[in-house]
């Protein structure tokens, strides 16, 4: 396994389109990475790129060779190919959402950095978010959630379904409130803009009863994220776009009308930049042997909640098929069926 160099992690960034650029660009300022050099199969991107933040252009070969750890950014089709070369080159490797494209390439993946030491950190990116912690901090046991994430179309990301795109934001922070195993998933969802499914809902049934409803959209006219949490404690309620969050309980805050057991308070969170934390998680695992916070199993699990919803999505959609149920032109324009 490659070392560090005088406490510093040499980089090297796979993939540089929107995200890599982004992540070549923080680990070019942080202070305990050096940016070595940047790969994508767009030559002429990765030109722009690497001369944006200082470095070389590389082909993939010569990018292993220089690094310490590699940042996986390319399309997703790419992660499981790409991640498990570098870990049998003796590298570290921080890999874009989804960990891969399969449960078995993400098995894979698992099992190779745990033969080789590697450290393997997923980037889902929200864990590292200032909203996550302050959620976490004021949970209690869930016992149903609604998330809601929804936002303007934009040509960027749908290479995938909104489940792997925007959805699997939300399942990954659900999966690690509730911390137990999913039981069943209904999901309904349809392609509109793209080739893939731009709008999704899935009903998550846990086995210790909490319920999560989820829905994501890339197709909505406004950016919207908000998150509602009962549970046996209360109820919070976040909007994650305006940094608010209110929660409901026994406790300090002002009186709940009709409800003297319980108190109202809301309260905001200052934001930092959760890139640079999750990059700074991922150099402290490395440098100082930290935990890895978001590893290949909290990937796996949130890959496989993801391919659950896009299971159950195809048998709803088959269901609907088989029933029957059409419309038709009627001769004069209007429609005809049921």
């Given at each position: 396994m490659a070392t560090s160099h005088s406490g510093i992690v040499r980089v090297g960034v796979a993939g540089v389109g929107h995200f890599g650029r982004?992540?070549?660009?923080?680990?070019?300022?942080?202070?305990?990475?050096?940016?070595?050099?940047?790969?994508?199969?767009?030559?002429e991107r990765a030109r722009a790129v690497g001369w944006e933040?200082?470095?070389?252009?590389?082909?993939?070969?010569?990018?292993?060779?220089?690094s310490d750890a590699i940042v996986v950014s390319a399309p997703a089709e790419a992660h499981h190919d790409l991640a498990a070369a570098a870990i049998r080159a003796g590298r570290h490797v921080l890999i874009e959402k989804p960990?891969?494209?399969?449960?078995?390439?993400?098995?894979d993946l698992a099992a190779l950095a745990k033969a080789a030491g590697a450290v393997l950190q997923v980037g889902h990116l929200e864990r590292f978010s200032a909203a996550h912690g302050a959620v976490a901090a004021r949970m209690g046991r869930p016992l149903y959630i609604e998330a809601v994430r929804v936002a303007p179309f934009k040509i960027r990301g749908t290479d995938v379904s909104v489940i792997l795109d925007l959805m699997i934001h939300d399942l990954d922070l659900v999966l690690a409130l509730v911390d137990a195993p999913i039981a069943h998933v209904d999901a309904v969802g349809a392609a509109v803009a793209s080739a893939h499914e731009d709008i999704a809902n899935a009903r998550v049934r846990f086995a210790n009863g909490?319920?999560?409803?989820?829905?994501?959209?890339?197709?909505?006219l406004k950016t919207e994220r908000r998150m509602r949490i009962f549970s046996q404690s209360g109820y919070l309620a976040v909007?994650?776009?305006?940094r608010r969050l209110?929660?409901?309980?026994?406790?300090?805050?002002?009186?709940?009308?009709?409800?003297?057991?319980?108190?109202?308070?809301?309260?905001s969170w200052e934001d930092h930049d959760a890139l640079a934390a999750e990059q700074g998680a991922f150099f402290a695992s490395i440098l100082d042997g930290?935990?890895?916070?978001?590893?290949?199993?909290?990937?796996?699990?949130?890959?496989?909640?993801?391919?659950?919803?896009?299971?159950?999505?195809?048998?709803?959609?088959?269901?609907?098929?088989?029933?029957?149920?059409?419309?038709?032109?009627?001769?004069?324009?209007?429609s005809g069926g049921l």
């Open positions: 982004i992540h070549a660009l923080k680990a070019a300022a942080s202070l305990r990475a050096r940016l070595v050099g940047v790969y994508d199969l767009d030559a933040a200082g470095v070389p252009p590389m082909d993939f070969a010569a990018l292993l060779a220089a960990i891969a494209s399969t449960l078995a390439e993400a098995e909490c319920v999560a409803t989820i829905t994501a959209s890339r197709i909505s909007d994650f776009a305006n209110t929660a409901i309980g026994r406790g300090g805050g002002m009186p709940v009308p009709g409800m003297p057991e319980f108190s109202i308070e809301e309260s930290a935990p890895v916070l978001v590893d290949a199993e909290a990937g796996r699990r949130a890959l496989e909640a993801a391919l659950a919803v896009t299971t159950a999505m195809e048998h709803s959609r088959q269901e609907v098929s088989d029933s029957g149920l059409f419309v038709e032109q009627g001769e004069n324009g209007g």
